[in-house]
Nanobody
Framework: QVQLVESGGGLVQAGGSLRLSCAASGSIATINAMAWYRQAPGKQRELVAR???????AYADLVKGRFTISINNAKNTVYLQMNSLKPEDTAVYYC?????????????WGQGTQVTVSS
């Protein structure tokens, strides 16, 4: 089992910045990759950024060049630095961890943190 706790959301003006944090605990040695997803009202949850245990990263086209995902292994924490925020970035942001146990992958989710960008 992996537990994820997000923090860092809030209200910011367009053009501003926020940094989200996601602290992992439990069976963290089994984590294969971590990611940030977001879900806006009336829309499906979408992948924002992903980082693997090896440090490889991937981003949604909409956030490339503005968002940066990183990980602090000593603190078991993954971050999402969000710059040049736009109103369309408004959503609940969820931390995700994919853990490998035996031959099966398991998805774990945080409770979500609200990000609101005002115009």
């Amino acid at each position: 089992q992996v537990q994820l706790v997000e923090s860092g959301g809030g209200l910011v003006q367009a053009g501003g910045s926020l940094r989200l944090s996601c602290a992992a605990s439990g069976s963290i040695a089994t984590i294969n990759a971590m990611a940030w997803y977001r879900q806006a009202p009336g829309k499906q949850r979408e992948l924002v950024a992903r980082i693997t245990s090896g440090g490889s990263t991937a981003y949604a086209d909409l956030v490339k060049g503005r968002f940066t995902i990183s990980i602090n292994n000593a603190k078991n924490t993954v971050y999402l630095q969000m710059n040049s925020l736009k109103p369309e970035d408004t959503a609940v942001y969820y931390c995700n961890a994919v853990a490998l146990s035996g031959a099966s992958f398991f998805n774990y989710w945080g409770q979500g943190t609200q990000v609101t960008v005002s115009s």
